[in-house]
């Protein structure tokens, strides 16, 4: 009786040619970045220009400028200090344990309400 034998180097061809293909004929999703400046650190910030304050929480709890307030409400509250005073400038201050989602959500409704600069990220580190 007579052993068959099957020859399984054409087959790798094909497999390792397959995937060279799809490697190279590939293409990437680009990942588009967060917007968020850092304050300056330089001292070139004047300390004299006003700043409103959101603050997110661990728990998740949005304050402008001390109050509570509901993340929907916070574009409003943004355009009303904007129409008092043009030149206040926002600053995100997030604890390093709150949803990232959160921030992004009040950084969009800062550049909804007419920000293209001058919204600042920081983290609130209480030690």
Known sequence: M???HVDLTPMLDVVFILLIFFIVTATFAQEDALGLEPPPTDGTADPAQKAMVVAVAE????TVDGRPTDIGSV???IERVRAASPDVRILIKADPKAKSG???LIRDAAYAAGYTEGVNFVLDRKT
């Open 2 to 4: 007579t052993e068959s």
């Open 59 to 62: 728990s998740g709890v949005v």
């Open 75 to 77: 574009r409003a509250n």
């Open 102 to 104: 959160t921030v992004v």
